[in-house]
């Protein structure tokens, strides 16, 4: 499923909204969207400085626009974003700057840009602890799949294994991983697979 076809899933199907960062895969969408707020001269819509943590100080600005809303070739969008994080490190006087652009179906009557920050920030913590977590348990980083879809497949499929997890409250979920990969069998029972499931502790 493309981002486009997921937008459209989650607008029609689930009558929600979606906040999407705009990356390489999607890189006509990124570059309009770089390219209106090169041209925006203005001062940012919120800004947000978090106080010193860990010896470091990070400002967001972000500026969102509706502009792009009929040019874009993506569906149901409410507005289009750009956010900068700096980051001062108060050991080494060194500033870091990461921006990123992105899009949401939500409408600036439904979210202001300091909701749109804040989505950003949630959706960043969520994609950032997966991504760690993958990584560890699964070596993803250093996986040899590179043909077709196959890089692609296994990250879906590694991801909705640890959204299980989670969805069933598991902390721990490379004790878990561990637990099930003593034999293929107790990975049927604990995902009640089979009618003659036995029963596994979620725990």
């Known amino acids: 499923m493309t981002q486009r076809d997921f937008a459209k899933y989650l607008v029609e199907e689930r009558k929600a909204n979606y906040h999407f960062t705009a990356k390489g895969n ?15 001269n203005r001062q940012p819509d919120f800004i947000t400085v978090d106080p010193p943590d860990h010896g470091r100080i990070e400002t967001r600005r972000i500026w969102t626009s509706t502009k792009l809303n009929d040019y874009l070739d993506f569906p ?30 939500k409408s600036p009557d439904q979210a202001s840009a300091e909701d749109v920050l804040k989505d950003n920030r949630g959706h960043w913590c969520i994609e950032n602890s997966c991504h760690y977590i993958i990584d560890w348990i699964y070596d993803e980083d250093r996986c040899r799949i590179a043909k077709g879809y196959g890089p692609e497949n296994m990250t879906r ?15 721990n979920v490379s004790q878990k991983v561990r637990q099930l990969a003593m034999t293929p069998r107790s990975v049927l029972d604990y995902m009640k697979m089979t009618k003659n499931s036995c029963g596994v502790s979620a725990g």
């Not at 108060?90 to 870091?96: D, L, W």
């Open 76 to 105: 149901y969008v409410g507005q289009v974003f750009k956010i900068e994080r700096i980051t001062y490190s108060t050991k080494t006087g060194k500033k870091t700057k990461v921006t990123a652009l992105g899009v949401t179906s």
């Open 26 to 40: 999607q890189k006509t969408l990124m570059e309009d969207i770089a390219f209106l707020f090169e041209n925006i």
């Open 157 to 171: 499929l590694r991801r909705f294994a640890v959204g299980l997890f989670k969805s069933k409250g598991i902390k």
